[in-house]
């Protein structure tokens, strides 16, 4: 499957952004799908993940109750709905996608677990 993610941006702080990522491939339902970002410097990290019909979620720390995760199968989408913006999420913001038969939040936060990758989408929120 190939990964296209866009919806990045310059936002301030307190602000809100949409991610979109669109999938190229059939069976869109079967992967696990994760949001990632890499601040400059630092390591990439887990952001959010979702399973194959959407109805189970796992968000890092940092993020929970600020962002949100969700899919589209019919459309061969996933978004991630961003707001109240910090400074700190200033980072290049990565879509992956996983063929797995399990879900978990060990299984799905790391970025060794996915197979494919979009090509990143830049998020810069100035305070």
């Known amino acids: 499957v190939q990964l296209q993610a866009c919806g990045g941006g310059l936002v301030q702080a307190g602000g809100f952004l949409r991610l979109s990522c669109a999938a190229f491939g059939r069976t869109f339902s079967s992967y696990v799908m994760g949001w990632f970002r890499q601040a400059a410097g630092k390591e990439r990290e887990f952001v959010a993940s979702i399973n194959w019909s959407g109805d189970s979620t796992y968000y890092a720390d940092s993020v929970k109750g600020r962002f949100t995760i969700s899919r589209d199968n019919a459309k061969n989408t996933v978004h991630l709905q961003m707001s109240s913006l910090k400074s700190e999420d200033t980072a290049i913001y990565y879509c992956?996608?996983?063929?797995?038969?399990?879900?978990?939040?060990?299984?799905?936060?790391?970025?060794?677990?996915?197979?494919?990758w979009g090509q990143g989408t830049l998020v810069t929120v100035s305070s």
């Open positions: 992956a996608a996983d063929r797995r038969t399990t879900y978990s939040r060990s299984g799905s936060s790391a970025p060794k677990g996915y197979e494919y």
